[in-house]
Nanobody, 124 residues
Framework: QVQLVESGGGLVQPGGSLRLSCAAS????????MGWYRQAPGEERELVAT???????NYADSVKGRFTISRDSAKNTVYLQMNSLKPEDTAVYYC??????????????????WGQGTQVTVSS
């Protein structure tokens, strides 16, 4: 069983910073792309940033220059450093990962996983 557990959300004033973390655990063989998405009330879930296993990052235009995605492959963890936060960044942030995991007795499978979400609120 593979799980993604997020942490680091909270309330911050406009212009402030937060760092989100997402750790994957379980019978993991390898992790391909990892990413962060967000969903504001009444809106569809949207991509924030993704990062490949090789470290190549992709960002939504709305966060370029303010957010930085990174990963620690040894810890199966992806991070999102969010600076210069704006009220419009308020949303539930979800971690996503493309993971190969072991299946007994000697196989593996590839699935896409989501974390439970962490609330980020930017308000004065």
């Amino acid at each position: 069983q593979v799980q993604l557990v997020e942490s680091g959300g909270g309330l911050v004033q406009p212009g402030g910073s937060l760092r989100l973390s997402c750790a994957a655990s379980g019978s993991i063989v390898s992790i391909n792309d990892m990413g962060w998405y967000r969903q504001a009330p009444g809106e569809e879930r949207e991509l924030v940033a993704t990062i490949t296993s090789g470290g190549s990052a992709n960002y939504a235009d709305s966060v370029k220059g303010r957010f930085t995605i990174s990963r620690d492959s040894a810890k199966n963890t992806v991070y999102l450093q969010m600076n210069s936060l704006k009220p419009e960044d308020t949303a539930v942030y979800y971690c996503n990962a493309d993971i190969r995991s072991r299946t007994p007795p000697s196989g593996w499978r590839r699935d896409n996983y989501w974390g439970q979400g962490t609330q980020v609120t930017v308000s004065s």
